[in-house]
């Protein structure tokens, strides 16, 4: 039996999620771009959800990631240096009106985000811009989907891409398990 060796996305993903705890530098953020049913969300929800400034989460809109991440009314954000989206590809890879999220995330972990105005929420301001670094699961398909948008968006510039793929004998490996 040929089980696949995660320890370099694995290796790739903490020196990510390290990137937060530095002083005068900004997070790194990744898209984990890999195959349907190639354990994605199962390697990041398994080793990364219990970091201290890690949180998970697959909200889908810009209002619920802002409720989610700020309170209302308080000026402070919830102390995170990373974000987790497992299947980011269900945020952003739809053909629906998305442009709102993608601009609140290029915001957030590009430049910082120091005003959230909405008509659903009161208006937040955190002073000091808020940088998060996002880590992120996709599947190939969607990428090659929207990246010509995203890099003309300047999405792709914010993230480092990290693709993989198993042998089908890996693949018929971890079907056995």
Not at 3 to 12: A, C, Q, S, T
Not at 43 to 49: A, G, N, Q, S, V
Not at 89 to 106: D, I, K
Request: proline residues 6%.
């Amino acid at each position: 039996m040929e089980i696949p060796d995660v320890r370099p996305i694995v290796d790739l993903v903490s020196l990510a999620l390290y990137s937060g705890g530095l002083k005068g530098r900004s997070q790194v953020s990744m898209l984990l771009c890999a195959p349907s049913d190639s354990g994605k969300t199962t390697l990041i929800m398994d080793r990364f959800t219990e970091n201290l400034g890690v949180s998970v989460t697959n909200m889908t809109t810009r209002i619920g990631l802002a409720k989610w991440l700020f309170k209302p009314g308080d000026e402070h954000y919830r102390g995170l240096h990373h974000l987790i989206m497992p299947d980011v590809s269900a945020q952003l890879g739809e053909e629906r009106a998305n442009g709102p999220l993608e601009t609140f995330l290029m915001e957030l972990v590009y430049g910082g985000l120091k005003n959230y105005h909405s008509l659903h929420l009161p208006s937040i301001n955190v002073g000091k811009p808020v940088i998060i670094g996002l880590i992120g699961g996709m599947v190939p398909e969607t990428l090659k989907r929207r990246q010509h948008h995203w890099a003309a968006y300047g999405l792709l510039r914010r993230f480092l891409p990290v693709s993989y793929s198993y042998t089908r004998k890996q693949i018929a490996s971890l079907q056995e398990l």
